[in-house]
């Protein structure tokens, strides 16, 4: 499985499609998953909602979005691949639903060719993402256009011109990104606030654009821009929008292949932005419902400069604490075993920034020596996702070795010193099949 697809709240349930291979742990005809949840702690499984269509020169079914236009029926939109993209360009075409859901039809005709794309667009354009914004539709589409004299990544934004969805145009490039975004898959445009946010993930780590206070989308102009998460193993999102909330979910990559497994999905985010303009993620409170036994680590034993915690949980677990550290000193959190570390969050004073296994993390600049860095970091059996500084900063791992470890190490020197910490076991999350037959994980 990869990219969260179609994100969606219907009737009390969040609604979550997802790219799926069904065949094979490999990537490779990809149809749309389907799961639904009341609080994103006891999943159902759903059928299958979209299936290739080689009548139609679709061997791929890429990613999109789902959406219920006032008085209309729900609509999935995505992006239709043949494996032969330059006799057959990528389309984006959509499908109609029943109320619930959970069956699917294919509309007859695409919704969007290349004729409908800025000349000289290239043939794999793709990802729809659409939007509802002071009554109207609109929709942003990843592409690459001649420009300046030079391929350049480009976000296009269209806007529907009936209540249907059925009609679309195209207004003008959203945004143009400089060359060393090379595409930019699976934009996601959201408004936060006042402000409009663009999400991108241009093979890499995840890129997020802030501006334009001013409506409608079109006149998005930025102002501000960031990473989303430094690991380019957190990838591919989407978003719930429910009640005034922007929930961001991404696709977790870079396990081994060969298990009869491959692939999932983060822990949902809350998005906001800060009072000076950053934008800001943290765990949704959802999540807190999965905590039971815990505990707080004494003051006192914070105090040594290497502490070797053996009795809390290092797998299923939340880790939350705090840590000063001055210009010259060094922390760190481990997970261990009896033969050394496994996997390491290592702090770094004299440069600012945090190593998550190779990958750095710049930190606020700026900060004091009195002024606490704040985690959470949740470990499940093998993937990491930290939280720093109030979500200004993530970072998410694979690390496959973390089934070994069997303790928590906290390491300082120099100045560095751990304020508290405490931790929680966390229960599984809970899924059903289809039908509400319980499955095992």
């Known amino acids: 499985m990869n990219d969260p697809n179609g994100t969606i709240h219907v009737d009390g349930f969040y609604h979550l499609f997802y790219q799926l291979n069904p065949y094979s742990d490999a990537w490779g005809r990809i149809h749309w998953g389907h799961a639904r949840t009341r609080d994103f702690t006891e999943w159902e499984h759903l059928p299958i909602a979209l299936a290739p269509d080689d009548d139609e020169h679709e061997h791929f079914c890429f990613s999109g979005c789902a959406v219920v236009p006032a008085g209309g029926r729900p609509r999935i939109f995505y992006t239709s691949v043949s494996e032969d993209r330059e006799t057959h360009p990528h389309t984006q075409r959509s499908a109609v639903g029943?109320?619930?859901?959970?069956?699917?039809?294919k509309a007859e005709h695409p919704v969007l060719t290349l004729a409908d794309a800025p000349a000289g667009t290239r043939a794999d354009w793709r990802d729809p993402y659409v939007l509802e914004h002071d009554g109207r539709h609109f929709m942003v589409v990843a592409a690459v256009v001649p420009r300046d004299g030079r391929d350049r990544a480009v976000v296009l934004l269209y806007?529907?011109?009936?209540?249907s969805l059925d009609r679309w145009s195209y207004v003008q490039p959203l945004h143009v990104f400089e060359d060393e975004v090379t595409f930019a898959e699976c934009p996601n445009l959201i408004r936060i606030g006042n402000r409009w946010v663009l999400i991108v993930s241009p093979f890499g780590p995840l890129r997020y654009a802030i501006g334009a206070d001013d409506e409608p989308p079109e006149r998005f102009a930025a102002d501000r821009a960031g990473i989303v998460d430094y690991s380019a193993e957190y990838y591919a999102t989407n978003t719930f929008l429910v009640d005034g909330r922007v929930i961001l979910v991404a696709w977790i990559r870079g396990f081994p292949k060969g298990r009869g497994w491959n692939g999932c999905l983060s822990i949902p985010r809350e998005l906001g932005i800060s009072t000076d303009?950053?934008?800001?993620?943290?765990?949704?409170?959802?999540?807190?419902?999965?905590?039971?036994?815990?505990?707080?680590?004494?003051?006192e034993v914070l105090r040594g400069d290497r502490v070797?915690?053996?009795?809390?949980?290092?797998r299923g677990v939340e880790i939350e604490g705090s840590l000063r550290i001055g210009p010259r000193g060094r922390a760190a959190i481990r997970l261990s075993c009896e033969d050394g570390p496994l996997f390491s969050l290592e702090f770094d004073g004299a440069t600012g920034a945090l190593h998550a296994e190779g990958i750095p993390v710049r930190l606020e600049r700026g900060r004091s020596a009195d002024e606490p860095i704040t985690f959470r970091v949740f470990v499940d059996r093998s993937v990491v996702e930290a939280f720093i500084d109030g979500g200004r900063r993530c970072v998410t791992r694979v690390a496959e070795n973390l089934l070994h470890a069997d303790r928590l190490v906290l390491e300082t020197d120099d100045g560095a010193d751990f304020d508290h910490l405490r931790y929680w076991e966390m229960r599984s999350i809970e899924y059903l099949d289809w039908g509400g037959r319980s499955s095992a994980r």
């Open 98 to 105: 029943t109320a619930d859901l959970v069956s699917w039809q």
């Open 277 to 299: 303009g950053d934008l800001i993620q943290t765990p949704i409170d959802e999540t807190r419902s999965l905590r039971t036994r815990g505990g707080t680590v004494d003051p």
């Open 159 to 163: 806007r529907a011109e009936d209540p």
């Open 308 to 314: 070797e915690l053996g009795d809390i949980p290092v």
